[in-house]
Protein backbone atom coordinates (compact mmCIF):
# COMPACT_ATOMS: atom_id res chain seq x y z
CA UNK A 1 0.00 0.00 0.00
CA UNK A 2 1.55 3.76 -0.84
CA UNK A 3 2.65 5.56 1.93
CA UNK A 4 2.29 9.32 2.39
CA UNK A 5 4.82 10.85 4.45
CA UNK A 6 3.13 13.87 6.37
CA UNK A 7 5.38 16.13 8.95
CA UNK A 8 4.29 18.36 11.75
CA UNK A 9 5.67 21.79 12.47
CA UNK A 10 4.01 22.38 15.77
CA UNK A 11 2.84 20.33 18.04
CA UNK A 12 0.75 22.35 20.53
CA UNK A 13 -3.12 21.29 21.45
CA UNK A 14 -4.14 20.95 17.65
CA UNK A 15 -1.10 19.72 16.35
CA UNK A 16 -1.33 16.49 19.36
CA UNK A 17 -4.43 15.68 18.15
CA UNK A 18 -3.70 15.40 14.54
CA UNK A 19 -1.00 12.96 15.76
CA UNK A 20 -3.59 11.01 18.06
CA UNK A 21 -5.60 10.42 15.13
CA UNK A 22 -3.44 10.04 12.62
CA UNK A 23 -2.08 6.96 15.56
CA UNK A 24 -5.69 5.60 16.84
CA UNK A 25 -8.10 6.01 12.99
CA UNK A 26 -4.76 4.69 10.88
CA UNK A 27 -6.93 1.71 10.22
CA UNK A 28 -10.48 3.60 9.28
CA UNK A 29 -8.07 6.20 7.67
CA UNK A 30 -6.16 4.23 5.55
CA UNK A 31 -9.07 1.83 4.45
CA UNK A 32 -11.22 5.31 3.48
CA UNK A 33 -8.18 7.13 1.80
CA UNK A 34 -6.41 3.98 -0.11
CA UNK A 35 -2.66 4.97 1.10
CA UNK A 36 -1.34 4.60 4.52
CA UNK A 37 -1.04 8.60 5.73
CA UNK A 38 2.57 8.14 7.87
CA UNK A 39 3.60 10.54 10.72
CA UNK A 40 7.20 10.53 9.46
CA UNK A 41 8.27 13.76 11.79
CA UNK A 42 7.50 16.26 14.45
CA UNK A 43 9.12 19.52 14.64
CA UNK A 44 8.97 21.63 17.84
CA UNK A 45 10.64 23.66 19.98
CA UNK A 46 9.70 21.59 22.63
CA UNK A 47 10.41 17.86 22.15
CA UNK A 48 10.57 16.97 26.01
CA UNK A 49 7.46 17.27 26.96
CA UNK A 50 4.71 14.20 27.31
CA UNK A 51 1.76 14.54 24.63
CA UNK A 52 0.57 11.43 26.11
CA UNK A 53 1.85 9.97 22.27
CA UNK A 54 4.33 7.14 22.11
CA UNK A 55 6.45 8.76 18.64
CA UNK A 56 8.93 6.62 16.55
CA UNK A 57 12.47 7.17 17.79
CA UNK A 58 13.68 9.67 15.34
CA UNK A 59 10.00 11.77 14.35
CA UNK A 60 11.07 14.05 17.38
CA UNK A 61 13.27 17.04 16.51
CA UNK A 62 13.73 20.46 16.63
CA UNK A 63 14.61 21.68 13.26
CA UNK A 64 11.64 22.53 11.31
CA UNK A 65 13.95 23.71 8.34
CA UNK A 66 15.44 20.06 7.94
CA UNK A 67 11.57 18.86 7.99
CA UNK A 68 10.51 20.95 4.38
CA UNK A 69 13.97 20.07 3.12
CA UNK A 70 13.74 16.19 3.30
CA UNK A 71 12.67 14.66 0.04
CA UNK A 72 10.86 11.94 2.32
CA UNK A 73 8.07 14.45 3.31
CA UNK A 74 4.90 15.05 1.02
CA UNK A 75 2.81 17.05 3.24
CA UNK A 76 3.80 19.73 5.54
CA UNK A 77 0.99 20.65 8.72
CA UNK A 78 1.83 23.50 9.42
CA UNK A 79 0.51 24.31 13.15
CA UNK A 80 2.54 26.90 14.56
CA UNK A 81 0.34 29.74 14.28
CA UNK A 82 1.02 33.60 13.82
CA UNK A 83 2.48 35.50 10.64
CA UNK A 84 6.25 35.37 10.90
CA UNK A 85 7.82 32.28 11.19
CA UNK A 86 5.09 29.72 9.96
CA UNK A 87 4.70 32.01 6.82
CA UNK A 88 8.55 31.63 6.07
CA UNK A 89 8.07 28.24 6.69
CA UNK A 90 4.95 27.75 4.37
CA UNK A 91 7.06 29.53 1.41
CA UNK A 92 9.90 27.67 1.90
CA UNK A 93 7.98 24.82 1.77
CA UNK A 94 6.15 25.27 -0.78
CA UNK A 95 9.02 26.13 -2.82
CA UNK A 96 10.36 22.62 -2.16
CA UNK A 97 7.30 21.29 -3.72
CA UNK A 98 5.70 20.35 -0.54
CA UNK A 99 1.85 20.26 0.27
CA UNK A 100 0.03 22.75 2.76
CA UNK A 101 -2.13 21.90 5.40
CA UNK A 102 -2.82 24.72 7.79
CA UNK A 103 -4.98 26.52 10.49
CA UNK A 104 -3.75 29.30 10.21
CA UNK A 105 -6.55 31.90 9.98
CA UNK A 106 -4.36 35.35 10.43
CA UNK A 107 -1.59 33.89 8.22
CA UNK A 108 -3.92 33.45 5.71
CA UNK A 109 -5.82 36.66 5.98
CA UNK A 110 -2.92 38.90 5.68
CA UNK A 111 -0.98 37.53 3.59
CA UNK A 112 -2.79 34.81 1.88
CA UNK A 113 -3.14 36.55 -1.49
CA UNK A 114 1.04 35.99 -1.83
CA UNK A 115 0.55 32.32 -0.57
CA UNK A 116 -1.66 30.68 -2.70
CA UNK A 117 -0.52 32.20 -5.81
CA UNK A 118 3.13 30.73 -4.76
CA UNK A 119 1.03 27.41 -4.27
CA UNK A 120 -0.36 27.69 -7.71
CA UNK A 121 2.58 28.33 -9.56
CA UNK A 122 4.74 25.72 -7.77
CA UNK A 123 1.65 23.48 -8.92
CA UNK A 124 0.99 21.78 -4.73
CA UNK A 125 -2.07 21.59 -2.80
CA UNK A 126 -2.87 23.96 -0.04
CA UNK A 127 -5.74 23.16 2.51
CA UNK A 128 -7.24 25.30 5.22
CA UNK A 129 -9.83 23.63 6.36
CA UNK A 130 -9.35 24.10 10.15
CA UNK A 131 -8.35 27.54 9.30
CA UNK A 132 -12.56 29.13 9.64
CA UNK A 133 -14.66 27.15 12.10
CA UNK A 134 -13.31 24.68 13.46
CA UNK A 135 -14.21 21.30 12.26
CA UNK A 136 -17.74 22.73 10.34
CA UNK A 137 -17.10 21.77 6.73
CA UNK A 138 -17.59 25.43 5.73
CA UNK A 139 -14.71 25.18 2.98
CA UNK A 140 -14.89 22.65 1.29
CA UNK A 141 -18.82 23.41 0.95
CA UNK A 142 -18.16 26.66 -0.29
CA UNK A 143 -14.96 25.36 -2.61
CA UNK A 144 -16.86 22.30 -3.87
CA UNK A 145 -20.37 21.50 -2.73
CA UNK A 146 -21.76 25.14 -3.95
CA UNK A 147 -19.43 25.34 -7.10
CA UNK A 148 -22.96 26.28 -9.29
CA UNK A 149 -24.22 28.89 -6.56
CA UNK A 150 -24.35 32.22 -6.52
CA UNK A 151 -23.74 33.19 -2.90
CA UNK A 152 -25.29 36.06 -2.06
CA UNK A 153 -24.42 36.49 1.82
CA UNK A 154 -22.62 34.15 5.00
CA UNK A 155 -23.47 35.02 8.26
CA UNK A 156 -21.65 33.41 11.34
CA UNK A 157 -20.85 33.51 14.69
CA UNK A 158 -17.11 32.59 14.02
CA UNK A 159 -15.69 32.89 17.29
CA UNK A 160 -15.90 30.66 20.20
CA UNK A 161 -14.40 32.89 22.80
CA UNK A 162 -16.68 36.00 22.27
CA UNK A 163 -19.30 33.87 22.31
CA UNK A 164 -18.76 32.26 25.05
CA UNK A 165 -18.42 35.68 26.80
CA UNK A 166 -21.76 36.84 25.39
CA UNK A 167 -23.69 33.79 26.33
CA UNK A 168 -22.36 33.94 30.00
CA UNK A 169 -23.45 37.52 30.08
CA UNK A 170 -26.50 37.09 28.99
CA UNK A 171 -27.33 33.94 30.67
CA UNK A 172 -25.65 33.82 33.88
CA UNK A 173 -25.19 37.07 34.71
CA UNK A 174 -21.18 36.46 34.74
CA UNK A 175 -18.65 39.67 34.37
CA UNK A 176 -16.71 39.97 31.14
CA UNK A 177 -13.41 38.83 32.91
CA UNK A 178 -14.46 35.66 34.80
CA UNK A 179 -16.52 34.43 31.31
CA UNK A 180 -12.66 35.55 29.01
CA UNK A 181 -10.77 34.17 31.99
CA UNK A 182 -12.93 30.48 31.49
CA UNK A 183 -12.36 30.99 27.84
CA UNK A 184 -8.82 30.76 28.34
CA UNK A 185 -8.50 28.04 30.89
CA UNK A 186 -10.98 25.96 28.62
CA UNK A 187 -8.03 26.66 25.31
CA UNK A 188 -10.12 27.84 22.70
CA UNK A 189 -8.90 31.46 23.27
CA UNK A 190 -6.27 32.80 21.27
CA UNK A 191 -2.94 33.06 22.79
CA UNK A 192 -3.51 36.84 22.77
CA UNK A 193 -7.07 37.27 23.82
CA UNK A 194 -7.46 40.61 21.71
CA UNK A 195 -7.89 39.30 18.49
CA UNK A 196 -10.61 37.42 19.65
CA UNK A 197 -12.46 40.40 22.17
CA UNK A 198 -11.93 43.16 19.73
CA UNK A 199 -13.11 41.03 16.69
CA UNK A 200 -9.91 40.11 14.89
CA UNK A 201 -9.85 36.65 14.69
CA UNK A 202 -13.78 36.84 13.14
CA UNK A 203 -12.48 39.20 10.51
CA UNK A 204 -9.51 36.82 10.13
CA UNK A 205 -12.13 33.88 8.97
CA UNK A 206 -14.53 36.42 7.10
CA UNK A 207 -11.91 37.46 4.85
CA UNK A 208 -11.15 34.41 3.72
CA UNK A 209 -14.98 32.90 3.46
CA UNK A 210 -15.76 36.35 1.67
CA UNK A 211 -12.46 35.80 -0.82
CA UNK A 212 -13.36 31.57 -1.39
CA UNK A 213 -17.42 33.15 -2.12
CA UNK A 214 -17.35 35.61 -4.70
CA UNK A 215 -13.91 34.79 -6.72
CA UNK A 216 -12.28 38.57 -5.07
CA UNK A 217 -8.76 38.43 -3.48
CA UNK A 218 -8.53 38.66 0.14
CA UNK A 219 -8.89 41.50 1.32
CA UNK A 220 -8.23 41.89 5.20
CA UNK A 221 -7.80 45.60 5.55
CA UNK A 222 -11.50 46.84 4.34
CA UNK A 223 -12.93 44.44 6.45
CA UNK A 224 -15.15 46.74 9.24
CA UNK A 225 -14.33 45.25 12.83
CA UNK A 226 -15.98 46.08 15.98
CA UNK A 227 -15.45 43.17 19.02
CA UNK A 228 -17.29 43.13 22.12
CA UNK A 229 -15.31 45.09 24.94
CA UNK A 230 -17.60 48.08 24.95
CA UNK A 231 -21.06 45.54 25.19
CA UNK A 232 -22.48 46.12 28.42
CA UNK A 233 -24.81 44.36 30.74
CA UNK A 234 -27.43 47.23 30.18
CA UNK A 235 -27.76 46.76 26.20
CA UNK A 236 -27.97 42.87 26.70
CA UNK A 237 -30.78 43.75 28.86
CA UNK A 238 -32.45 45.80 26.27
CA UNK A 239 -32.03 43.82 23.57
CA UNK A 240 -33.52 41.15 25.31
CA UNK A 241 -36.38 43.11 26.02
CA UNK A 242 -36.99 43.82 22.45
CA UNK A 243 -36.67 40.04 21.56
CA UNK A 244 -32.90 40.41 20.64
CA UNK A 245 -29.73 38.65 21.60
CA UNK A 246 -26.12 40.05 20.98
CA UNK A 247 -23.66 37.90 18.91
CA UNK A 248 -20.47 38.74 17.57
CA UNK A 249 -21.69 38.53 13.78
CA UNK A 250 -19.06 38.30 10.80
CA UNK A 251 -21.76 39.67 7.93
CA UNK A 252 -20.67 39.39 4.15
CA UNK A 253 -22.97 40.15 1.48
CA UNK A 254 -22.62 40.72 -1.88
CA UNK A 255 -24.70 43.38 -3.61
CA UNK A 256 -24.26 43.80 -6.93
CA UNK A 257 -20.34 44.72 -7.98
CA UNK A 258 -19.46 45.47 -4.04
CA UNK A 259 -19.16 43.62 -1.34
CA UNK A 260 -20.28 44.11 2.87
CA UNK A 261 -17.55 42.26 4.73
CA UNK A 262 -17.78 43.48 8.32
CA UNK A 263 -17.77 42.44 12.04
CA UNK A 264 -19.17 43.53 14.68
CA UNK A 265 -21.76 43.32 17.82
CA UNK A 266 -25.10 42.59 15.94
CA UNK A 267 -28.91 42.13 17.91
CA UNK A 268 -30.67 39.53 16.14
CA UNK A 269 -34.49 38.14 16.99
CA UNK A 270 -34.92 35.26 19.30
CA UNK A 271 -35.93 33.44 16.16
CA UNK A 272 -33.16 34.04 14.05
CA UNK A 273 -31.40 29.85 14.55
CA UNK A 274 -27.76 32.21 15.29
CA UNK A 275 -29.78 33.57 18.40
CA UNK A 276 -29.71 29.92 19.83
CA UNK A 277 -25.99 29.28 18.63
CA UNK A 278 -24.50 29.65 22.74
CA UNK A 279 -21.40 28.69 24.70
CA UNK A 280 -17.95 28.11 22.50
CA UNK A 281 -20.34 27.01 19.23
CA UNK A 282 -19.88 28.25 16.00
CA UNK A 283 -22.67 28.15 13.12
CA UNK A 284 -22.90 30.16 10.12
CA UNK A 285 -25.81 30.43 7.51
CA UNK A 286 -24.83 30.64 3.66
CA UNK A 287 -27.14 32.20 1.82
CA UNK A 288 -27.20 30.84 -1.89
CA UNK A 289 -29.06 30.85 -5.02
CA UNK A 290 -29.57 27.53 -6.17
CA UNK A 291 -29.77 26.25 -2.66
CA UNK A 292 -31.23 28.99 -0.53
CA UNK A 293 -29.76 28.29 2.90
CA UNK A 294 -27.47 26.45 4.54
CA UNK A 295 -26.45 26.53 8.34
CA UNK A 296 -23.43 24.67 9.59
CA UNK A 297 -22.91 24.37 13.26
CA UNK A 298 -20.71 22.69 15.03
CA UNK A 299 -17.11 23.97 17.45
CA UNK A 300 -14.92 25.94 16.43
CA UNK A 301 -12.36 25.72 17.85
CA UNK A 302 -10.65 23.08 20.22
CA UNK A 303 -7.97 19.91 19.99
CA UNK A 304 -10.32 16.98 18.31
CA UNK A 305 -12.79 19.01 16.52
CA UNK A 306 -9.81 21.17 14.86
CA UNK A 307 -7.73 17.99 14.11
CA UNK A 308 -10.75 16.51 12.59
CA UNK A 309 -10.64 19.17 9.66
CA UNK A 310 -6.84 19.19 9.26
CA UNK A 311 -6.78 15.40 8.92
CA UNK A 312 -10.17 16.19 5.94
CA UNK A 313 -7.47 17.79 4.28
CA UNK A 314 -4.52 15.26 4.97
CA UNK A 315 -7.06 12.90 3.10
CA UNK A 316 -8.35 15.03 0.21
CA UNK A 317 -4.29 15.79 -0.54
CA UNK A 318 -3.08 12.00 -0.19
CA UNK A 319 -6.12 11.36 -2.48
CA UNK A 320 -5.06 14.15 -4.97
CA UNK A 321 -1.61 12.27 -5.18
CA UNK A 322 -3.03 9.06 -5.47
CA UNK A 323 -4.49 9.95 -8.24
CA UNK A 324 -2.57 12.51 -10.00
CA UNK A 325 -5.03 15.18 -9.34
CA UNK A 326 -3.06 17.64 -7.19
CA UNK A 327 -4.85 20.76 -7.72
CA UNK A 328 -8.22 19.28 -8.74
CA UNK A 329 -10.30 22.33 -6.45
CA UNK A 330 -8.60 25.63 -7.28
CA UNK A 331 -7.13 26.74 -4.09
CA UNK A 332 -9.48 29.89 -3.65
CA UNK A 333 -12.37 28.14 -5.54
CA UNK A 334 -12.14 30.40 -8.26
CA UNK A 335 -9.07 29.48 -10.62
CA UNK A 336 -6.62 31.75 -10.20
CA UNK A 337 -7.32 34.07 -13.79
CA UNK A 338 -10.70 34.72 -12.22
CA UNK A 339 -9.65 36.01 -9.31
CA UNK A 340 -10.32 39.47 -9.03
CA UNK A 341 -10.36 42.70 -6.59
CA UNK A 342 -13.48 43.34 -5.64
CA UNK A 343 -14.29 46.38 -3.79
CA UNK A 344 -15.53 46.03 0.04
CA UNK A 345 -18.41 48.79 0.56
CA UNK A 346 -17.01 51.32 3.79
CA UNK A 347 -19.29 50.80 6.96
CA UNK A 348 -20.42 54.05 6.24
CA UNK A 349 -22.46 53.18 3.03
CA UNK A 350 -23.91 49.93 4.24
CA UNK A 351 -27.80 50.43 5.23
CA UNK A 352 -29.77 48.50 8.76
CA UNK A 353 -31.26 49.44 11.26
CA UNK A 354 -30.13 50.17 14.18
CA UNK A 355 -30.33 49.85 18.41
CA UNK A 356 -29.32 53.37 19.84
CA UNK A 357 -29.25 54.38 23.32
CA UNK A 358 -28.65 57.80 24.74
CA UNK A 359 -28.01 59.14 28.24
CA UNK A 360 -30.49 62.07 28.55
CA UNK A 361 -31.76 64.26 31.02
CA UNK A 362 -35.41 63.45 32.14
CA UNK A 363 -37.16 66.94 30.75
CA UNK A 364 -39.82 68.13 28.82
CA UNK A 365 -38.88 68.32 24.78
CA UNK A 366 -35.50 66.19 25.05
CA UNK A 367 -37.30 62.99 23.33
CA UNK A 368 -38.22 65.26 20.63
CA UNK A 369 -35.09 67.41 20.32
CA UNK A 370 -33.22 64.09 19.94
CA UNK A 371 -36.23 62.97 17.28
CA UNK A 372 -36.22 65.97 15.25
CA UNK A 373 -32.23 65.29 14.43
CA UNK A 374 -32.88 61.38 13.55
CA UNK A 375 -35.64 63.09 11.40
CA UNK A 376 -33.37 65.75 9.93
CA UNK A 377 -31.07 63.21 8.88
CA UNK A 378 -33.16 60.88 7.06
CA UNK A 379 -34.07 58.09 10.07
CA UNK A 380 -37.23 57.03 11.09
CA UNK A 381 -37.50 55.78 14.56
CA UNK A 382 -39.57 52.04 14.95
CA UNK A 383 -39.92 52.24 18.38
CA UNK A 384 -38.63 54.60 21.23
CA UNK A 385 -38.60 53.43 25.22
CA UNK A 386 -37.03 55.03 28.54
CA UNK A 387 -36.15 53.46 31.70
CA UNK A 388 -37.08 55.09 35.05
CA UNK A 389 -37.63 58.32 35.72
CA UNK A 390 -35.09 60.51 37.43
CA UNK A 391 -36.02 64.46 38.04
CA UNK A 392 -32.71 65.90 37.70
CA UNK A 393 -30.24 63.08 36.25
CA UNK A 394 -29.95 60.77 33.57
CA UNK A 395 -31.40 58.35 32.12
CA UNK A 396 -31.60 55.29 29.19
CA UNK A 397 -33.38 56.12 26.54
CA UNK A 398 -33.43 53.60 23.69
CA UNK A 399 -34.55 53.81 20.18
CA UNK A 400 -34.48 51.19 17.44
CA UNK A 401 -34.39 52.55 13.88
CA UNK A 402 -35.94 51.44 10.57
CA UNK A 403 -33.52 51.08 7.82
CA UNK A 404 -30.93 53.85 7.61
CA UNK A 405 -27.64 54.33 5.90
CA UNK A 406 -24.70 54.49 8.62
CA UNK A 407 -23.23 57.48 7.69
CA UNK A 408 -26.76 59.30 8.08
CA UNK A 409 -26.81 57.86 11.63
CA UNK A 410 -23.34 58.74 12.74
CA UNK A 411 -23.90 62.17 11.54
CA UNK A 412 -27.03 62.10 14.08
CA UNK A 413 -25.50 60.79 17.15
CA UNK A 414 -22.61 63.80 16.36
CA UNK A 415 -25.24 66.27 16.72
CA UNK A 416 -27.33 64.71 19.18
CA UNK A 417 -24.02 64.06 21.51
CA UNK A 418 -23.32 67.78 21.68
CA UNK A 419 -26.72 68.66 23.05
CA UNK A 420 -26.80 69.93 26.28
CA UNK A 421 -29.24 67.71 27.38
CA UNK A 422 -26.90 64.23 26.74
CA UNK A 423 -24.31 63.31 28.87
CA UNK A 424 -21.77 60.13 27.48
CA UNK A 425 -21.74 58.78 24.33
CA UNK A 426 -24.90 57.50 22.58
CA UNK A 427 -24.12 53.77 22.14
CA UNK A 428 -24.88 52.25 18.79
CA UNK A 429 -25.43 48.35 18.21
CA UNK A 430 -26.45 46.99 14.47
CA UNK A 431 -29.82 44.94 14.07
CA UNK A 432 -29.42 42.17 11.58
CA UNK A 433 -33.30 41.75 11.12
CA UNK A 434 -35.24 39.98 8.07
CA UNK A 435 -38.69 41.16 9.37
CA UNK A 436 -37.88 44.94 9.96
CA UNK A 437 -38.06 47.06 6.88
N1 LIG B 1 -9.83 31.78 19.35
C1 LIG B 1 -10.66 31.15 18.37
C2 LIG B 1 -12.07 31.10 18.93
C3 LIG B 1 -10.14 29.77 18.08
O1 LIG B 1 -12.30 31.48 20.09
O2 LIG B 1 -12.98 30.71 18.22
C4 LIG B 1 -10.58 29.20 16.77
O3 LIG B 1 -10.16 29.95 15.67
Do not use: W
Amino acid sequence: MKQINIALLGCGTVGTGVARLLLEKQDMIRARVGAQINLARVADIDITTDRGIRFEPGVLTTDAQAVIEDPQIDIIVEMIGGETIAKDLILAAIDNGKHIVTANKALLASHGNAIFAAAAEKGVDLAFEASVGGCMPIIKTIRESLVSNDITSMIGILNGTCNYILTKITDDGSAFETALGEAQASGFAEADPTLDIEGIDTAHKIAILSALAYGMQINLKDVYTEGISQITPLDIEFAGQFGYRIKLLAISKHKGESVEARVHPTMIPFDNMLSNVNANLNAVTICADAVEDILLYGRGAGMMPTASAVLGDLADIARNLLTGATGRVPLLSYQMNNIRPVPVLPISEIVTHYYLRFSALDRPGVLSKISGILGKNQISIKSAYQKGRKTNGSVPLVMLTHSAREADVIQALKEIESLDVVSKQPVLIRIEDENNE
